[in-house]
């Protein structure tokens, strides 16, 4: 079947890639690519990707072309679930044959209320899903395909029989053709990656336990199963040559650094090639990887720190200490490695005073960029199940942003309110930002270039003027 890939229009900047761990509108806009439709598009002959927020690409549009379609997959999230099944019955209004499907987070751990919710949905794709999506576009039929819940002739639900999990990471093609073929990468960006980007996995899956990280618990597994070093080697070749305007590689696995003889094997080859690149990292890595990764190419690290507080980590099964957390921090100011570090605020054990706490570790520990995010208990996570059971979230915050797509605070407990965890965001980045040291290093970096200077007073711009839509916010 002619089939589209779609992440469809929703929020206006709205952030739904599958790079993205919270799907919502960012301070500063910010796209990831789709790889979660790229990969399966990849392995459908004649597809086509659309990617509807990073491109503007209105509703209006989509439906313009989708006569061309037989089949449409759209990617949706917990936040984007209304809005997306919104869009599938355009869609079906549009062309009433047309098979629609959904993959995503969301629709992996409840494809019955998905499906309920959806009434234009034809079925839905559990956990991972590349070669289901395949069989559904290859015209086998729906009873037949593993990993489905689908909707029979009589309206019936089904759920099909699981799927085994891809074992062989080496079979799955390169994205990248995928990206060059239907997306404008120039239309992709963040605060912290050189300008035009490409990320990719080398891998899937994380075994930390974090209570609150979604890939893993719905779709990505506990096991890191990974691409060889020769074909994650050969797509880099591949998109050096197609794709000369990038700038930078961004390894997007949930932890490249777990497996230390690996990432520095990827590190000496990329050295070799002479590229920039940069890959998240657990806040552990050693001195000595550090050092390889460094010598070849490496240019920032994007840290996931959370907390500053060592008993919220333990809460969360985080897997980290903060003393070490420290170590490997200066180890990568001595070396000269950028680090974005993440936090949330809100996780189980928050108070006002862990809230201070964080903070005045960020400050001391540094990172050239910072994202404050709320802690966010998507459904399929040990975070959400602990929060229901608890009651710590309640039915009016369920949905995790606002009708603008900008992050609302879902989760509140006896001594932390809904509007304390919420204004405690702006108040984390403007202690971060408005100091004098921390001003005089943004001012430096943009005196030595001139690009720097084009894109920090632009990313100062949507800051301020997202703080000011947050405060607007009724929470």
């Known amino acids: ?125 559990r ?7 395949k069989d559904v576009a290859d015209g086998i039929p729906l009873k037949d395909i593993s990993g489905i819940s689908y909707r029979n002739d009589q309206g019936v639900i089904v759920h099909n029989a699981e799927r085994a999990m891809i074992e062989d990471m080496d079979a799955l093609p390169f994205v990248t053709p995928v990206y060059k073929r239907d997306l404008e990468i120039e239309k992709y960006y963040n605060g912290y990656l050189r300008h035009p980007y490409l990320s990719l996995h080398t891998g899937r899956g994380c075994k930390s336990r974090c209570t609150f990280c979604l890939w893993p618990q719905t779709i990505g597994g506990h096991r890191y199963r990974t691409r060889s070093i020769e074909r994650v080697m050969e797509e880099i070749r591949y ?19 777990d497996n230390a003889p690996r990432t520095e094997a990827i590190a000496r080859e990329m050295g070799k090639l002479g590229l920039t690149w940069s890959c998240n990292a657990k806040a552990n890595v050693s001195r000595k990887t550090l050092e390889i990764m460094k010598d070849n190419g490496l240019r920032l690290l994007l840290v996931g720190y959370e907390s500053g507080n060592q008993q919220i980590l333990h809460n969360v099964k985080k897997g980290m200490r903060v003393d070490v957390a ?11 490695i950028l680090i974005h ?11 006002t005073d862990t809230i201070k706490e964080t903070i005045e570790f960020a400050k001391r520990a540094n990172p ?48 932390l309110s809904h509007k304390q965890m919420f204004d405690s965001v702006e108040h984390f980045y403007r202690q971060f930002y408005f100091r004098p040291s ?30 000011r839509e947050r405060r607007n916010q009724v929470v």
């Open 1 to 125: 079947m002619r089939t589209l890939f779609l992440q469809a229009p929703s929020f206006d900047g709205f952030d739904g890639g599958a790079g993205s761990r919270y799907q919502a509108r960012r301070e500063v806009k910010s796209f990831w690519y789709p790889v979660w439709l790229a990969q399966p598009a990849a392995l459908v002959e004649n597809s086509k990707l659309i990617d509807a927020p990073s491109h503007g690409t209105t509703l209006d549009e989509v439906l313009a072309q989708v006569k061309d379609f037989d089949h449409v997959v759209i990617h949706t999230s917990a936040p984007s679930f209304s809005s997306d099944a919104k869009v599938a019955a355009a869609l079906k209004a549009k062309k009433p044959d047309l098979l629609i499907g959904m993959i995503g987070a969301r629709v992996a751990v409840n494809p019955e209320g998905s499906l309920r919710d959806g009434a234009q949905i034809d079925y839905v794709a």
């Open 326 to 336: 420290e170590r490997f921090t200066r180890d990568c100011h001595e070396l000269g």
């Open 438 to 467: 921390k001003i005089a290093s943004i001012v430096g970096e943009m005196m030595r270039s001139t690009d720097a200077m084009k894109r920090r007073l632009r990313e100062g711009v949507e800051f301020f003027q997202f703080l």
């Open 341 to 351: 570090g993440t936090f949330i605020l809100g996780l189980p054990g928050e108070s």
């Open 368 to 415: 050239h960029t910072i994202q404050v995010s709320l802690a966010a208990p998507y459904p399929g996570t040990f975070l959400h199940k602990q929060a229901t059971e608890n009651g710590w979230l309640d039915a009016a915050n369920a949905e995790l942003v606002d009708e603008h797509g900008i992050q609302i605070a879902p989760l509140h407990y006896p001594h």
């Open 239 to 257: 998109a050096r040559e197609a794709l000369p305007q990038v700038k930078e590689f961004f390894f997007d696995d949930d932890t490249f650094t």
């Open 127 to 133: 956990n991972e899903f590349d070669y289901t999506i």
